[in-house]
């Protein structure tokens, strides 16, 4: 094969298969690049929590740091207090959170109501993470917008409203997997076959039950 002669001052052509290799080489580079920005942007975005003062616990109060809240009571929480802003004290019974959505039931003696929040310019990924994160049976003080709803909430006591949350701190945090939780004292035991000490047990630990609580009520 006859060598190829370059002139002086001329550049060498490239081969196909030189030029393939240096196409290849420019898109690995640029992907690297894009990946790079990418992760250099989801730092950013990770450290700005912009709702950091809107959420957490409140740990040991300060007297002079105390604040006097004006609470709403559960049951209070109706499609006639729609668009009001209110605070509400209760215990958590069950969250649940999918990518930008996290919701919880908020529950006081046996009325609860549904309590939702969505990603946001006010509320940030990491305190959706916090909400979703806090244990059953914690108590929160809750600051949100009442909401009327199209569709019943067949799950909670308060079907025709949610609260849009606005601010969540937690009041007082429970063990994060507690020995026994209500749905457990709410079940019947699979066997009528019972001793005395599994009887008294059962006792007090179903008076904590919604259902019990309504029996209590009806009575008193």
Same mark, same amino acid.
């Given at each position: 094969? *006859?060598?190829? &002669? ?13 030029? =393939?290799?240096?196409?290849?080489? +420019? ?10 920005? =990418? ?21 040991? @109060? ?7 809240? %004006?609470?709403? !009571?559960?049951?209070?929480?109706? +499609?006639? %207090? ?8 209760? !215990? ?14 908020? !529950? ?14 006010? #509320?940030?990924?990491?305190? &959706?993470?916090?909400?979703?994160? #806090? ?8 600051? +949100?917008? #009442? ?15 949610? &609260? ?5 701190? @937690? ?8 020995? &026994?939780?209500?749905?457990? *004292?709410? !079940?019947? *035991? ?27 009520? #009806?009575?008193?």
């Amino acid at each position: 094969m *006859a060598d190829v &002669l370059v002139q002086e001052g001329e550049e060498p052509k490239l081969s196909k298969k030189e030029l =393939n290799k240096l196409a290849k080489k +420019a898109q690995k580079a640029s992907k690297a690049a894009e990946k790079g920005g =990418n992760q250099q942007q989801s730092a950013s975005e990770e450290q700005e929590d912009y709702s950091k003062d809107f959420y957490g616990s409140y740990g040991l @109060v300060n007297s002079k740091e105390k604040k006097e809240l %004006n609470f709403l !009571r559960v049951k209070e929480v109706t +499609a006639a %207090n729609a668009t009001k802003d209110i605070w509400v004290r209760g !215990r958590v019974h069950t969250t649940r959170s999918k990518g930008k959505n996290c919701f919880l039931v908020l !529950r006081q003696g046996v009325y609860t109501v549904q309590v939702a929040m969505f990603m946001n310019e006010k #509320i940030s990924k990491q305190m &959706l993470k916090f909400v979703s994160s #806090i244990s059953k049976e914690s108590i929160v003080d809750v600051y +949100a917008t #009442i909401n009327k709803v199209e569709n019943p909430i067949e799950s909670c006591t308060q079907k025709d409203v949610e &609260l849009l949350a606005q601010q969540v701190f @937690v009041v007082s945090s429970s063990a994060p997997k507690l020995p &026994l939780q209500i749905e457990d *004292a709410s !079940r019947r *035991a699979p066997t009528d076959e019972e001793s005395p000490t599994s009887r008294r047990i059962s006792w007090q630990l179903s008076t904590w039950t919604p259902d019990s609580t309504i029996v209590f009520s #009806i009575f008193a």
